[in-house]
């Protein structure tokens, strides 16, 4: 099936640092959502795209919606020890009537105190 | 309390048993969703309903079945033709159509001895 390809896979940062990871494709998304997984749990949705260019934010947490329809973007700013854990972008494929998700392969945070 | 169920969060079967895997909503979402996560991977799609009593195969659907003769629930059976079972089960819910976003249950991880 199609794919995104989500970086970094994995990240190792210092309380207060911010964070950047990306997703991208060839394709055109209609729709971008992000997923934050803690171990053993089912993921938690953080934020959700539908427009070109949308910029969205929910906290610390801010994303956007690439221009060109094939990327997304999510920023972490002041990190915390709460925010380890595995981020998941996923997307919805334009012209993808059966509303199927897309997802990325996962970028895993952590983070020292 | 609104949510999606998933029960039990551990199971531990014989090789070549089939094994039914449970999820039930209390959202009044129209469609549902299984995925399966191995380690270090993204969420692969199983099987997908948008309606009662119509489901679609997803992109590994060989060896597993489904029914959805209820709207809350969508039950997953995992059986002896699937190769390879031992994974982490995630089920989720949408809303309605026109909106994309999916919400998780806690999953089952499902081990194979």
């Known amino acids: 099936g199609q794919q995104l390809n989500q970086s970094p896979q994995s990240m190792f940062i210092q309380e207060g640092e911010d964070v950047s990871m990306n997703c991208t494709s060839s394709?055109?998304?209609?729709?971008w959502l992000w997923y934050k997984q803690d171990p053993g749990e089912g993921p938690v949705l953080l934020i959700a795209l539908y427009k070109a260019g949308e910029l969205t934010s929910n906290g610390r947490l801010t994303a956007q919606f690439g221009i060109t329809r094939k990327d997304s973007f999510l920023n972490i700013s002041a990190s915390i020890p709460s925010d380890v854990g595995i981020y998941f972008c996923?997307?919805?494929?334009?012209?993808?009537?059966?509303?199927?998700?897309?997802f990325g392969q996962g970028t895993r945070l952590t983070i020292n105190p | 309390d609104g949510g999606i169920t998933q029960s039990p969060k551990y199971l531990f079967r014989k090789e070549g048993q089939n094994v039914t895997l449970s999820c039930e909503q209390n959202l009044n979402h129209d469609a549902m969703y299984w995925y399966r996560q191995d380690p270090g991977q993204g969420l692969r799609l199983i099987y997908y309903s948008q309606i009662v009593n119509d489901f679609q195969k997803g992109d590994i659907a060989e060896g597993y079945s489904v029914s959805r003769e209820k709207k809350e629930s969508f039950p997953l059976t995992v059986t002896s033709a699937q190769k390879n079972p031992t994974a982490f089960y995630l089920c989720a819910s949408r809303v309605s159509r026109g909106y994309n976003e999916q919400f998780f249950g806690p999953g089952t991880r499902l081990t194979v001895l």
């Open positions: 394709s055109i998304f209609n729709t």
């Open positions: 996923a997307g919805q494929l334009k012209g993808q009537g059966a509303q199927k998700l897309v």
